[in-house]
């Protein structure tokens, strides 16, 4: 059964520090996925946070996060990270790990980020 699990959320004061993991499990050939970071408040739609491309590793962000947050992904565990930098009041979310290879996509359950004093 394919499986993606987060984990790594909490509450952290502003300008603090958080690293998210996503474990994927039942996945044939993981590197093969191109692997993102999805966050949604509440009362607002789900975003798209940073991607980590499946071929070369190449990392794409939002605006929004660029130059605090970095995504990256160890093949030989099967794991994609996101590490969290200066984090603002804003960014408290559910963060979602997706997966995507050709037209197959799968959605992790979330895991919660609250960035509060």
């Known amino acids: 059964q394919v499986q993606l699990v987060e984990s790594g959320g909490g509450l952290v004061q502003p300008g603090g520090s958080l690293r998210l993991s996503c474990v994927a499990s039942?996945?044939?050939?993981?590197?093969?996925?191109?692997m993102s970071w999805y966050r949604q408040a509440p009362g607002k739609e789900r975003e798209l946070v940073a991607t980590?491309?499946?071929?070369?590793?190449?990392?794409n962000y939002a605006d929004s996060v660029k130059g605090r947050f970095t995504i990256s992904r160890d093949n030989a565990k099967n794991t994609v990270y996101l590490q969290m930098n200066s984090l603002k009041p804003e960014d408290t979310a559910v963060y979602y790990c997706?997966?995507?290879?050709?037209?197959?996509?799968?959605w992790g359950q979330g895991t919660q980020v609250t960035v509060s004093s």
């Open positions: 997706y997966a995507k290879t050709r037209s197959i996509v799968y």
């Open positions: 039942g996945f044939t050939f993981f590197s093969s996925y191109d």
């Open positions: 980590v491309t499946s071929v070369k590793g190449s990392t």
